[in-house]
């Protein structure tokens, strides 16, 4: 599957979760150190949305639900690695963010 723009770049926050759906799927992006980060917007634990969390300076973050901790970072939970959230892959282009969501997810 092609990468798909989703919005511009200054649409990022630090430390903040932006949401989007792209291709039915509906993701959460966020920017760490120039890189954009895109997770499924659905806690592995319950299915619920993450957007609301705060994430930190570390790139960890919780849960807004039940309080798991994960990782920006390939969506590792730290609380119960079995809980890690999907991620997708993003790149920056003209100050646009572009992702690609697979065929069947
Ligand atoms: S839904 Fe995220 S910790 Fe329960």
Known sequence: MSFQRVFAVTDLKNGRFTSAEVMGVDLCFTIKDGEVVCLENSCSHMGLPIDRAEI??????????????????????????????????????????????????
Do not use: M, Q
């Open 56 to 105: 930190k300076n570390d790139g960890s973050f919780e849960c807004p639900w039940h309080g798991f901790a994960f990782n920006i970072e390939g969506g590792r939970c730290k609380t119960y690695p079995v809980y890690s959230i999907r991620t997708f892959e993003t790149k920056i282009e003209d100050g646009d963010v572009f992702v690609r969501v697979d065929e069947g997810s």
